[in-house]
């Protein structure tokens, strides 16, 4: 019986930490048969081909789009639907930066997952990188960084619509999830922090935790509840693959604590307070960035403040050791 509610305490709290945030996934089709995938994994993005010589942002809403459609395509055609106006709209002003795409293959395969990491740019943009490019039309493009770029194939007869860019939701996302931890095990930790999206607290996560993916440039801020920084799970990524996801301060590991369901979960804190960064500068993952579990991720940043790792770590080993006091903040 105490076995039987170990385990079931165990499924809860693995459960308990997929349910606690689950970010904003869309599937977008990147051509016919993934035709243009390795041009998008390549350059960092994904495309749209509708009204090619168009800014998206001139039209100011659906039916605006679909007008255009029309006129370009002919009313009725298949290029032209309210489903296409619909589409493109999400593109430019549903899709945001830090929300994940799948890239789809026809109806059961998945080329790549990746997390936006701009707004739109129109095709003579200067910031679009395939701007120039001649083996494609869809040139209308959001930049992405792509974390997984391995194939996986999908169980049943037609996993994905057949619509370009559709939402997905939480059970095909657990189904992807599966599919690829199955396939590749050493992409389960990864899988988890983009797909899952892990939230520090019952109150939110903390404001220097790295949380979504976008570029290695950091600095910019969101303005939230409280001022919050765009955050990289690509630099967590490189971060945990250079420094493990044990705390470098309590040395606490939630995989060997609570098993395999927790297997992978770590926040992850800059060294350097990004508060104190008055321009934006390209971080160093490996040099900028150590795993720390949440309770010495609070301490770091208690009562407002931005302690360094080597001093929590003495306050640690101080009440280890039974003293009382705090000693002179190490540098």
Partial sequence: MRTSTCRNSANRFGET???MHMVQVWKIAPGKGAKDWDLFRKNGCVGLG?????????????EELLAALEAKHGKGTPGASAGSAKMIWRFVHEIRPQHVVVANE???????????????????S???PIRRDTTTHRHHVRRVNWLITDPVDLPGKRFFVQATLWPLGSDKLNRIRHAYVAKYPQLKATLDQVLVGYQAGVSGSLPEEVLDPLTLVEGA???????????NPAARQKCISAHGTTCCICEFSFGAVYGPEAEGYIQVHHVRPLSEVGEEYVVDPVEDLRPVCPNCH???HLGGESRSINEVKQLLIEQRQGRKGRTKRCT
């Fill in 50 to 62: 509708w009204l090619a010589d168009s800014d998206y942002r001139n039209f100011g809403t659906e």
């Fill in 221 to 231: 801020v969101r303005r939230v509840t409280v001022n919050a920084y765009e955050r």
């Fill in 126 to 128: 200067a910031k679009n």
């Fill in 17 to 19: 930490l997929k349910a």
């Fill in 298 to 300: 609070a301490v770091l």
């Fill in 106 to 124: 026809g109806y059961n395969r998945v080329v790549g997952i990746g997390v936006i990491a701009g707004e739109y740019q129109p095709p003579n």
